[in-house]
């Protein structure tokens, strides 16, 4: 059974920094899609990032420039770098992932993955 487990958010006052993690265990294989998304109070659950086994990543328009992505393939562990964060990056952020995936670049939309982890909370405040 995937399981992935994140850890990382907390709060912070504008212009700070997060760094979320995500660790996953019990993929079939090692080539997947790993995926950040968030949502907002009262809002719609919104792609962040996303990151594929064989590397190639993705970051929304909106946070690129201030939020990174990345992987620890050795431990199985994602990441978002989450720098320059202002009020509007208030939001639970969940880690996604999307197993048996053989290319580099993975799908943006939520239903096209089937485990998630139970979130973690950031607050960004002014």
């Known amino acids: 059974q995937v399981m992935l487990v994140e850890s990382g958010g907390g709060s912070v006052q504008a212009g700070g920094s997060l760094k979320l993690s995500c660790t996953v265990s019990?993929?079939?294989?090692?080539?997947?899609?790993m995926a950040w998304f968030r949502q907002a109070p009262g809002g719609e659950l919104e792609g962040v990032a996303t990151?594929?086994?064989?590397?190639?990543?993705t970051v929304a328009a909106s946070m690129k420039g201030r939020f990174t992505v990345s992987k620890d393939n050795a431990k199985n562990t994602l990441y978002l770098q989450m720098n320059s964060l202002e009020p509007e990056d208030t939001a639970m952020y969940y880690c996604a992932v999307r197993t048996r995936w053989y290319i580099s670049t993975c799908p943006g939309d939520m239903s096209s993955y089937a485990y998630w982890g139970q979130g973690t909370q950031v607050t960004v405040s002014s």
């Open positions: 019990g993929a079939p294989d090692r080539y997947y899609c």
């Open positions: 990151i594929a086994s064989p590397g190639g990543t």
